[in-house]
Nanobody, 124 residues
C-alpha cells in the first residue's frame, strides 16, 4: 500500500506562483510512475504532469513552460512547481502513483494510488 498526502494549495492571483507537495509513505520502493492531476467541473480529470515515462517529465499543453514536476527520493516527495498561474488553472490537484515502468506510465491510465487533493484557486 502507498499513501499520498498533498499540501500547498491555496488562493492566489493571476501571475502568482505556488508549489504543491505530495508526501508518499508506505511501500514506495516500486513507485516508478507518479503524476499530478487536477479535477474541475468542466474537465473531470486532467493529467497535468507525469514523471516516469520513457519521454521523461511530460506536461499537459496548457501548463507547458509554467509547471515543473520533480521527485525528491530522499524525502519521498513529489513536487509540482507552478508559475504564472491563470484562472483556468483552478481546480482540485491530487497526486497519484503506480508501479508501472516507463512503457506503461501514462496519464491516460487509472493509477492505483491517489491522494485526497489540495484546492488551488486562481483569481483574476
Amino acid at each position: 500500500q502507498v499513501q499520498l498526502a498533498e499540501s500547498g494549495g491555496g488562493s492566489v492571483r493571476t501571475g502568482d506562483s505556488l508549489t504543491l507537495s505530495c508526501a508518499m509513505s508506505g511501500r514506495t520502493g516500486s513507485t516508478y510512475c507518479v503524476g499530478w492531476f487536477r479535477q474541475t467541473p468542466e474537465k473531470q480529470r486532467e493529467g497535468v504532469a507525469l514523471l516516469g515515462s520513457r519521454d521523461g517529465p511530460t506536461y499537459a499543453e496548457s501548463v507547458k513552460g509554467r509547471f515543473t514536476i520533480s521527485r525528491n527520493n530522499a524525502n519521498n516527495r513529489i513536487d509540482l512547481h507552478m508559475t504564472n498561474l491563470k484562472p483556468e488553472d483552478t481546480g482540485l490537484y491530487y497526486c497519484a502513483s503506480d508501479t508501472w515502468t516507463a512503457d506503461w506510465c501514462s496519464v491516460d491510465r487509472e493509477f492505483k494510488y491517489r491522494g485526497q487533493g489540495t484546492q488551488v484557486t486562481v483569481s483574476s
